[in-house]
């Protein structure tokens, strides 16, 4: 489970920094208007996403109290112009600790000292499709279930990119494939309904509890557990009671006795030894992680993890289907 693939998917779009009129428009996302030493300079997004990757100058980079650390080496990438796509590997990993690394079976014998400076790095697959006459562009990082930096990947590019634009402005979201949603909802059971209060009287949450809170709101959570055999009828009436009325909260006769009048609603859902939580103020829409089954990747025997080769071949089929299923293109 700790090491099973997964590739987070992401929209990203430029827009119009602080327009005049009305709504900022989306902005080609095949160039980039760039400022360096005040002059104004029109570059392919390729070309400069490669500025960002100089930004390095051979250094690890994070972002503050993250404890993460990422780097991108200068010729780790590779164009394919004709896809208006380029691809590589950065490496990232945990910092700012020190710890030992031992020996499994030898507790008492330390391999290596691991010092706060040090970098406990990993190579992770990342893919970005940049179409010079679309609005939208695509960002694929491949990580695992105990690990991932495509978040960290899209800050500090989108810090780097916010630095050196005045007239645009990077935005970054992030895409769940509608198939994959489809395939969770089929086999997934509802695993537990959490009901949230955020502030509830102190004399209502006194006589809920028995504690006594005196002049200070507090926070209440439900929890409903074990229910598993009972998802098609919590689902139906999500589905009816809920989502078609269009109700952001959530309450009952009894919850209003307590004071809980305005209570939020989510449901953690179980498929295939995962877990997903669908919230009411987001439609309780799913969005799961994607992962990569064991059968389209290739597993190195002696570093147990996925080969690159295999993660890049993946990974240059699956963003076709992204782009043409879910964006619409070909």
């Known amino acids: 489970m700790a090491h099973e693939v997964k590739i987070n998917c992401s929209l990203f779009n430029i827009k119009e920094r602080s327009p005049k009129k009305g709504v900022a428009k989306k902005l080609s996302v ?20 490669r500025k960002f990757i100089k930004a390095f100058n051979g250094e690890y980079l994070s972002t503050l109290g993250s404890g993460r650390a990422l780097y991108i080496a200068p010729k780790s990438v590779k164009l394919k112009s004709a896809e208006n796509i380029f691809y590589g590997y950065f490496q990232a990993g945990r910092t700012g600790l020190s710890k030992s690394i031992r020996e499994k079976n030898n507790p008492e014998k330390e391999i290596f000292p691991v010092k706060p400076d040090h970098v406990d790095s990993r190579d992770y697959f990342f893919l970005i499709w940049a179409p010079p006459k679309s609005k939208e562009g695509l960002i694929l990082i491949q990580g695992f279930s105990s690990e991932i930096y495509s978040d960290l990947f899209c800050k500090l590019f989108r810090r780097f990119f916010n630095e050196h634009t005045k007239k645009q402005v990077l935005n970054i979201g992030k895409l769940t494939p509608k198939k994959y949603v489809d395939h969770v909802k089929k086999q997934s059971k509802v695993n537990k309904i959490t009901i949230r209060q955020h502030r509830v009287a102190s004399d209502r949450a006194s006589q809920l509890t028995g504690f006594e809170f005196i002049n200070n709101d507090v926070e209440v959570t439900i929890q409903v557990k074990g ?35 305005d209570a939020h609603l989510s449901v953690e859902y179980e498929y295939e030894g995962k877990r997903v939580t669908a919230r009411q103020d987001k439609s309780f829409e799913l969005a799961p992680s994607f992962y990569i089954s064991k059968d389209d990747i290739k597993i190195d025997p002696v570093t147990k993890l996925p080969t690159k080769r295999s993660i890049t071949r993946y990974c240059l089929k699956f963003y076709k289907n992204i782009i043409e299923h879910e964006l619409g293109a070909s």
Do not use: C, H, R
């Not at 095949?30 to 996403?49: I, K, M, Q, R």
């Open 227 to 261: 229910l598993e055999t009972f998802s098609d009828k919590i689902n139906g009436f999500l589905q009816s009671a809920i989502i078609k009325s269009g109700i952001t909260t959530y309450t009952t006769p009894l919850l209003e006795e307590i004071g809980m009048k």
């Open 30 to 49: 095949g160039s980039v208007n760039t400022v360096t030493n005040d002059e104004e300079e029109t570059l392919a997004f390729y070309d400069f996403f």
